[in-house]
Structure formats: structure tokens, C-alpha cells
T-cell receptor, first 115, second 109 residues
């Protein structure tokens, strides 16, 4: 168990809908990262938050948004869903004290299926 | 942005064999990790190794930061080693952690 909790584990929804994925980081970790892994693909970096502030952005679609709350948990919102958004979405956390990226630990992922 | 290349893309081993996986990166890094993604999709931390050498049981890793590569050694492979091995790096001065495309390993009994 990495200590990073993601909910839900599985999600099936229809095209055009909106969903929210939730991530609770390891105790004490300030940074949260979101990644998308499509079928048999690598992990694509979406976005990183550090202590509530957005710190780095990857290839995140405009239909997607995220935030990190004062208690450091994070949510990834996916809207106007398309079939191609079906993927495994991972959250990771790391301490990153001192500002530098350090070892990241991953949750078990949320498997999103858009039908 | 920083580029990460892993080789080989696929590897099939007989149980008990040894292997070396490679990760090349295009810029200086301040963090580097190796992960194993098991057949159930779980990402397991193997090593946090921005430089130097580490060992954990049958696995060891070496990062030569000045030459921009890292190696993961698997000795006496077991069927449970099957899965995808990812290298992930963060470049110095940046905050993104970027994954390579992975090496897919299958160990035959």
C-alpha cells in the first residue's frame, strides 16, 4: 500500500457526461500529480499541484481541470467526456519539501470507461 | 521538454535469466525513479535513484547522471517479474516528472 488513496476505483459513464476523480495523498506530502494511461500506453503527465497551487502542466485537455484543496487532497474533473477519454487515471504524491521534486508514490488508479 | 527513451521495448526471458533495461534522458535530471507496473495495473516503486547505485534483492539500478542514462538489472528472473518497467525523470529546474514508454517484460516458466 503506497498510502495514496484514489476513489472511485472504477467508473463507467456515458459520452458527454462529467465525472470527478478524487485523490488523497500520503500524510505529509505537499505535491499531487495526475497522469493518464490509455490502453497499452505509457503514462501521460497531466498536471501537478504543490501545497494548493498549480505548479506544472502537461498535455491536459481544456475539458479537464483539477484543484488541490487546503487539506491537500485533490480532484480531477473531466467534462464533456468522449470515448477516447477511457483510460486509467493515476494520482501520485510526494513530499517535495524544499521545492524540488522527490520520490513519488502512486495510488491504485481510477479506471474510467466512457460508453 | 525532456525526452525519455527506454530500451528494449519488449523482452521475453526464460525464468532464471538475467536482464538489463536501459533509460536514456535528454537533459540533466534531479530525480529519477524506476517503477514496475504489474498485470493488474498497479505501479510499484522500485528505486528512487537520481545518481549512484542501489540494490534491493534481485534488483539493482545504476544512474550515471553525467552521461544521462540509468540501468535496471534484474537477476534470476521470476514469472512474477512480468509486467512493464517504467523509468520516470524530472529535469533540473523543472517540476514535471516524465515517464518513458516502458519496457514490457514477459518471463516464461
Amino acid at each position: 500500500d503506497s498510502g495514496v488513496t484514489q476513489t472511485p476505483k472504477h467508473l463507467i459513464t456515458a459520452t458527454g457526461q462529467r465525472v470527478t476523480l478524487r485523490c488523497s495523498p500520503r500524510s505529509g506530502d505537499l505535491s499531487v500529480y495526475w497522469y493518464q494511461q490509455s490502453l497499452d500506453q505509457g503514462l501521460q503527465f497531466l498536471i501537478q499541484y504543490y501545497n494548493g497551487e498549480e505548479r506544472a502542466k502537461g498535455n491536459i485537455l481544456e475539458r479537464f481541470s483539477a484543484q488541490q484543496f487546503p487539506d491537500l487532497h485533490s480532484e480531477l474533473n473531466l467534462s464533456s467526456l468522449e470515448l477516447g477519454d477511457s483510460a486509467l487515471y493515476f494520482c501520485a504524491s510526494s513530499p517535495n519539501r524544499g521545492g524540488q521534486n522527490t520520490e513519488a508514490f502512486f495510488g491504485q488508479g481510477t479506471r474510467l470507461t466512457v460508453v | 521538454g525532456i525526452q525519455v527513451e527506454q530500451s528494449p521495448p519488449d523482452l521475453i526471458l526464460q525464468e532464471g535469466a538475467n536482464s538489463t533495461l536501459r533509460c536514456n534522458f535528454s537533459d540533466s535530471v534531479n530525480n529519477l525513479q524506476w517503477f514496475h507496473q504489474n498485470p493488474w495495473g498497479q505501479l510499484i516503486n522500485l528505486f528512487y535513484i537520481p545518481s549512484g547505485t542501489k540494490q534491493n534483492g534481485r534488483l539493482s539500478a545504476t544512474t550515471v547522471a553525467t552521461e544521462r542514462y540509468s540501468l535496471l538489472y534484474i537477476s534470476s528472473s521470476q514469472t512474477t517479474d512480468s509486467g512493464v518497467y517504467f523509468c520516470a525523470v524530472g529535469n533540473t529546474g523543472g517540476f514535471k516528472t516524465i515517464f518513458g514508454a516502458g519496457t514490457r517484460l514477459f518471463v516464461k516458466a
